[in-house]
């Protein structure tokens, strides 16, 4: 075949080039046998890397040809029909965590079949599909490593004939920086350098990754802007900083006229030892405005816990917006739920609580029963429609289908019937990402009242056509696919009505993309990024499948929705119940323990424990896990070494602390034994010497008390020092009102006569351990006035140090942060705490 493209004699071959990313792809160079351009040897940092074909860095995927022009131009041939033939790289490519863009320069002689494919070690796919065009150039696809990783690059195919090729002039992977630039539009701010003031002894410099802060550290210096608000409302904010080590900076929020503060000095942005840039930490926050404030200065301060010869810092994000309820916007939420699966409907509750959100369960109609069913089997018996030829297929071949047109008919009636002013319509599968409330805010705020349709979440199958901006949403277009969280207005209800009556495509392929298509086409929008998924991972409306591959292809950052979704239940998960024969001769001692995204710090909890612990007990350990993501389930399950005790491993859905403690209770309470003591403790604490479970255990017995509390005096200033008067090893520091969670003592028959922690009452977090332990006052395991704790306990017990202290705190809702913080819920929450009698709780599920 003759070479496309001249190359003049004597010049050097030109060979495909990807852009290097740091000092990864030097390793591949070496790898390879190459020269780096320094005379040397020494590595240097170069712009791109040079890929000599003779070393055959790409490599054919299945069943195709690979040519390699003097030009440097790869050409690949197709050799099989289906599946996906194409090239990729020969050699995996070490890429730290990060986002990046894959570019391929190139083209096809086919349209709308080639496209760039990036591919991590797990062979999951990276990638959205963006198709390669018929005249050459870039294409770029995003994608994101969650951790640092190799990868495979290349250019695949689909729906190809035999001999479809594509010609590949370069391939380019760039890392994307850390900033994003929105446009401020109503009362939603991006702020920007521009918007910065320095406060105190600080200069702010400009920079692609967003605004460096650096301050000397006299007072708190830091940066501030002055944002116009609306007196009395809810306002969201999200920040993305990078703190330089040492310094710890706070979020600052005061009314602009007055100074007077409106929020805490506790949201807090550490550094990190080993970053010497500093790690970025994402924040998601909300607070209430006063209603004389109009102004406020809202901004980031250095604080005076450290003093380092200059405070640095950089802003790459920060937004406020004016907070939205869903609820305030539409008129009724409708969830579509079968009859039969009131079960996963319980599960769209839980998550809708959480924003404060009312829904409402609409039966689906099931087409796979009765007339439903039989109606759709004569619809599969009739001719062939235009869009049943073009699709090589009825195309509402699944009884399922059927059934929800049916329901999306039923719930529009329901909504003219109601004078709807607009409606929200959810699939029981919908997922709200973390942070909801401020992107839905942001959202809104930036449409205004320009919209009759908002997709909060689609399945954009392809991207070819999309267009993005420095707006949160882009339009729909005919690959954009899926239902399961949309919201509409009622200029559309009858549009969408008559379309769905045709009963000739599924919804969102149907009725749905004729309206966003049609008439509406410049009102529609699809939130960018989503703001709703889907968990495809769930039967039910749709079949299952897997959600990392999908969400990759959909453009879904797992990242921004809750862990383990795919896995909720309503009830705790059993991950794992090691096997261990107890000794019926010893004492039973039960060791529970809670954690979320701490690995390391229950690593030195278990460590401790396993060395201090006494050997000659039957020892229990349960550990019940918030649903963390930083490997702590995979090591205790996968790696941790077991050794003479019985290890329980309980998954939460992180629903807080009285939810995982009520799990733990739960456990033990049905257990076939009767420990001797119980244990409870945080992750944060640590055990110093052997004896301390047998000096608790005789302390129990002894005194009669069996819920004694441990008081750290590093942690808690003690409010007195008193010796009981029942046994003389025990010493109170604090009432039971002031009492300290991380660590106490339980029995089979207090359990039994207290019950579980109040969920209800101290929902999220907050006071609920408190509230136990008045309840077991109440029952005589303890004093109320005089809370009482083993003699030199901190000498077999500590815990981990205020300094370099790792929080636990997820991102609290509009809502949530209502109901734990507000005036009046803590006000409620102390009339509860004090209320005599209080003592026995159910079960929360």
Same mark, same amino acid.
């Given at each position: ?72 131009? =790869? ?9 996906? %033939? ?47 065009? /018929? ?81 000397? #550290? ?12 609306? %007196? ?8 993305? $900083?990078? $703190? &330089? ?28 030892? !080993? ?81 404060? *959100? ?38 509402? !071949? ?54 009759? =349709? ?12 999309? +267009?993005?901006?420095?707006? %949160? ?32 495509? #599924? ?24 703001? &709703? ?23 879904? !950052? ?19 119940? +090691? ?70 491993? =309980? ?94 003592? *339980?029995? %089979? ?10 969920? !209800? ?25 005089? *809370? ?19 929080? /636990? ?37």
């Amino acid at each position: 075949m003759e070479p496309r493209g001249d190359t003049p004699e004597g010049n050097p071959k030109k060979t495909p080039k990807i852009v290097k990313i740091g000092l990864n792809w030097r390793s591949i160079a070496r790898n390879k046998g190459e020269k780096t351009h320094s005379e040397n040897n020494e590595v240097e940092v170069f712009e791109e890397f040079s890929i000599d074909s003779n070393n055959w860095l790409f490599e054919k995927n299945q069943n195709s040809e690979i040519i390699i022009h003097d030009d440097g131009v =790869i050409e690949v041939t197709v050799l099989q029909k289906g599946s996906t %033939p194409g090239i990729k790289s020969q050699i995996p490519i070490p890429l730290k965590k990060g986002d990046y863009i894959l570019t391929a320069v190139a083209h096809a002689d086919a349209e709308s079949t080639f496209f760039p494919w990036a591919m991590d070690s797990s062979k999951v796919r990276l990638t959205p599909t963006v198709h390669i065009p /018929t005249q050459e150039e870039p294409v770029s696809v995003p994608f994101r490593l969650d951790r640092e990783g190799e990868i495979i690059v290349g250019i695949l195919c689909h729906r190809q004939e035999l001999g479809d090729k594509c010609y590949i002039s370069s391939l380019h992977i760039s890392q994307v920086n850390n900033s994003s630039k929105q446009i401020s539009k109503g009362r939603f701010h991006a702020l920007t350098y521009l918007d910065f003031i320095p406060h105190q002894n600080t200069v702010l410099e400009e920079s692609s990754n967003g605004t460096i802060v650096r301050s000397k #550290p006299i007072s708190t210096p830091g940066t501030y802007a002055i944002v116009p608000v609306k %007196p009395s409302s809810e306002m969201t904010l999200y920040t993305k $900083v990078s $703190v &330089v080590y040492p310094s710890v900076a706070f979020l600052y929020v005061a009314d602009a006229k007055t100074g007077r503060e409106i929020i805490r000095r506790n949201v807090i942005f550490e550094s990190q030892e !080993d970053s010497p840039s500093g790690e970025p930490t994402e924040l998601f926050s909300s607070f209430t405005l006063p209603r004389e404030t109009e102004q406020i200065r809202v901004g980031i301060l250095f604080s005076t816990v450290t003093e380092p010869e200059a405070h640095v810092m950089t802003i790459h994000n920060f937004e406020i917006s004016q907070y939205h309820n869903l609820n305030d916007i539409v008129s009724e939420a409708y969830v579509l739920n079968l009859v039969e699966d009131n079960k996963k409907f319980d599960i769209c509750e839980r998550q809708a609580s959480r924003f404060g *959100l009312e829904i409402t369960r609409w039966i689906a109609e099931d087409g796979r029963m009765g007339k439903n069913n039989l109606d759709w089997i004569r619809y599969m018996e009739q001719p062939w429609s235009e869009i049943d030829e073009k699709l090589g297929r009825k195309a509402i !071949d699944k009884p399922g289908a059927w059934g929800y047109l049916l329901t999306m008919k039923a719930i529009f009636e329901d909504a003219i019937a109601k004078k709807h002013k607009s409606i929200a319509v959810f699939d029981d599968d919908f997922i709200f990402s973390k942070s909801f409330d401020h992107s839905f805010s942001r959202l809104l705020e930036v449409l205004e009242e320009s919209w009759d =349709i908002i997709y909060l979440g689609a399945s954009q199958w392809l991207w070819d056509d999309v +267009s993005f901006s420095n707006q %949160p949403y882009y339009s729909p277009d005919e690959n954009t696919n899926g239902s399961f969280a949309v919201i509409y207005r009622n200029t559309v209800f009858q549009e969408i009505l008559d379309k769905i009556e045709e009963m000739s495509a #599924p919804f969102d392929a149907g009725a749905l993309r004729k309206t966003v298509m049609g008439e509406f086409s410049d009102s529609s929008f699809v939130a960018h990024p989503n703001l &709703v998924i889907a968990n495809v991972e769930k039967t039910g409306i749709r079949e299952s499948r897997d959600q990392i591959e999908f969400s990759k292809r959909f453009g879904w !950052d797992l990242s921004n929705f809750p862990a383990w979704f795919t896995k909720w239940n309503l009830e705790p998960t059993i991950m794992l119940e +090691s096997e261990h024969e107890p000794n019926l001769n010893s004492p039973q001692f039960v060791t529970a323990v809670t954690t979320i995204d701490r690995k390391e710090y229950l690593e030195q909890f278990i460590h401790s424990w396993n060395k201090s612990r006494d050997k000659s007990a039957n020892q229990m350990l349960i550990v019940a896990d918030d649903g963390s993501t930083d490997g702590t389930l995979e090591w205790l399950c996968d790696e941790l070494e077991i050794e003479d005790y019985k290890l329980v491993v =309980i998954r939460n859905d992180s629903l807080g602390i009285a939810r995982q403690t009520n799990s733990i209770i739960d456990y033990i309470s049905n257990l076939h034994f009767r420990p001797d003591a119980i244990f409870m403790c945080n992750d944060d604490i640590r055990f110093l010497k052997k004896g301390w479970d047998n000096s608790y255990s005789r302390a129990m017995s002894k005194s009669g008390y069996d819920h004694l509390v441990y008081f750290n005096p590093n942690w808690k200033e003690p409010s007195h020092s008193e010796e009981s008067p029942r046994f003389s090893e025990l010493q109170s520091s604090c009432t039971a009102r002031d009492a300290m969670g991380c660590f106490y003592t *339980l029995t %089979p028959s207090l359990i039994e006569r207290l019950g579980f922690f109040d969920e !209800d009452s101290f929902p999220v977090r907050g006071h609920s351990h408190v509230d136990y332990t008045l309840r077991a006052c109440r029952l005589e395991a303890n004093d109320t006035q005089y *809370l009482y704790d083993i003699s030199g306990s901190n000498e077999l017990i500590g815990m981990m140090m205020r300094d370099g202290y790792k929080r /636990t705190h997820r991102t609290l809702s509009v809502w949530e942060r209502k109901i734990s913080t507000s005036d009046e819920s803590l006000a409620n929450r102390e009339s509860v705490l004090l209320t005599e009698g209080r003592t026995f709780i159910p079960r929360g599920w």
